[in-house]
């Protein structure tokens, strides 16, 4: 457990003290330095923590931010919080175990102060119990068995005494069954808020499946609040670049940073990795002081090439599960579609545009159903390649690394003699140098146009 005291000594650098890029740009870990306020999705959030008996869920594609807002809403607003990360295979037990297991922590260092011990002598009687419970849990080694002690009733007490939160990351792990009972515990803790007003589980998972939560019980229904943690905007992942480089003392183009945002495409967690590729090629290990500020363009094209570099097996099997078809299939309509869409841009097409384009070329494949294999696209069995974009009516590439790995992949393809059949694989350098390429025409765009429009305002 981590408390309110402990985040502050992390977020405050002392004075003198030189920020790291691994400070400001942070990939992989909830960001502190370059945390942008979210809008109304925080509000939201802030509501929900402050109604007394109201349990949350949190959901949202991975990437998009939601353990960062929550840890950052939770040191606001409460004293302390514990958090369980369930992994597969896990049992509502050990489940409950893990919850024991934090809360022991804080309680052993409660228990220690004198002033609490004589307010509190029942409680402290009451937690040895618990204490004595868990060894003998840890003891068993029976992921299924605890000692009757250890219920969900008997956390949702202490947590409630302490005034904590109890945060379940990635919810959607868990098998069914375990679900099931842990929205049961949830219940539970609604039930509780007369007694303990600030007691609240917020469960956190992927998009869709953290709602499955109120869907087990019905009379969760209007007691939870089921909050959407959407992909950053593009002011929003330009922000984190503008916050990052000021606390650095260093300066991106404007091409390098629209770039960094097209890349990111919502994805937070993209657009810290690129900032940090693009100080790691151009040296940059610390905040500067006075002198070279100015990030090359050429340092930023290197940081796209590294990312294409490390991703690009993932990006390419992303590809392959969207297109796969069955050995003997005549035609493959997936990649028609693919190939098709690709030549669109970023913003893709409507399906009359895309249907049309594919009986001029004449390429054989179902073309009666194109409507099915769009929406299958957009699945996650088929990689969630596309996305629809209800306002414009087109269908569009959902990731820009996985559109530039379509474009270069097609571009290969037909440079190729002969019948290539099932075999071409698009090597990763040749990848690589596809994305540079692109990543500097981009940024040269862009300087061009921010060059213009700064001229235009003179
Ligand atoms: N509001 C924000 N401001 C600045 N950076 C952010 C913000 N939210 C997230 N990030 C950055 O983006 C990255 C991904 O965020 P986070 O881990 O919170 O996403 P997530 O939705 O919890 O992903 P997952 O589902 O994979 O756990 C983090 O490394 C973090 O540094
Ligand atoms: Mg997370």
Not at 115 to 142: C, D, F, G, M, P
Request: net charge negative; proline share 2%; glycine share 6%.
């Amino acid at each position: 457990m981590i408390t309110k005291l402990e985040w502050k000594g992390m977020t405050d650098a002392a004075v003198g003290y030189k920020y790291s890029i691994f400070d400001v740009f942070t990939p992989t870990t909830p960001a502190k330095e370059t945390f942008v306020e979210r809008g109304n999705v925080q509000d939201l959030l802030v509501d929900a923590f402050k109604t007394p008996g109201k349990q949350i869920i949190v959901y949202g594609h991975s990437g998009s931010g939601k353990s960062t807002l929550i840890e950052r809403k939770l040191f606001e607003l409460y004293e302390k919080h514990i958090t369980t990360a369930c992994m597969r295979g896990m049992t509502f037990e050990s489940v409950l175990l893990d919850a024991f297991d934090q809360l022991d922590l804080y309680y052993e260092s409660l228990m220690k102060q004198s002033s609490v011990v004589s307010a509190n002598a029942e409680l402290r009687s009451q937690w040895a119990t618990i204490a004595a419970a868990k060894s003998k849990a840890h003891e068993l080694q029976n992921s299924r068995l605890l000692p009757p002690q250890l219920t969900a009733q008997s956390l949702a007490r202490f947590l409630g005494e302490v005034k904590a939160c109890w945060v379940l990351e990635d919810f959607h792990k868990l098998e069914e069954p375990e679900k099931i009972r842990l929205a049961q515990a949830m219940k539970m803790f609604m039930d509780m808020a007369r007694h303990y007003p600030e007691l609240k589980a917020v469960a956190v998972g992927a998009v869709a499946t953290a709602r499955e939560v109120v869907q087990y019980d019905q009379e969760m229904r209007g007691r939870v609040s089921e909050i959407e943690v959407p992909l950053m905007t593009d002011a929003e992942l330009k922000e984190i670049i503008r916050i990052g480089a000021s606390k650095l003392n260093i300066e991106f183009s404007k091409g390098a940073s629209a770039s960094i945002v097209l890349f990111s495409n919502g994805l937070a967690s993209t657009c810290h990795q690129l900032c940090l590729n693009a100080c790691i090629a151009h040296g940059i290990e610390s905040e500067r002081g006075d002198g070279d500020r100015r990030l090359s363009d050429e340092s930023f094209k290197r940081s796209i090439t590294m990312y294409a570099e490390s991703a690009s097996d993932s990006i390419r099997q992303r590809f392959e599960k969207a297109t796969k078809v069955k050995r003997r299939s005549k035609f493959n309509t997936y990649e028609v579609v693919l190939r098709h869409l690709s030549k669109f841009g970023p913003d893709g097409t409507t399906i009359g545009e895309l249907t049309r384009s594919i009986s001029e070329d004449g390429d054989d494949c179902d073309i009666n159903n194109l409507g099915r294999y769009i929406a299958l696209l957009q699945q996650q069995e088929r990689g969630g390649v596309l996305s629809f974009n209800a306002d414009s009516g087109k269908y569009f590439v959902s990731d820009p690394f996985v559109m530039s790995y379509m474009q270069a992949y097609f571009e290969s393809r037909s440079n190729r003699q002969g019948d290539l059949g099932d075999t071409f694989v698009l090597d990763n350098e040749r990848f690589a140098r596809f994305i540079t390429d692109r990543v500097l025409k981009s940024i040269l765009e862009q300087n061009d146009t921010a060059t213009s429009m700064t001229a235009l305002h003179l």
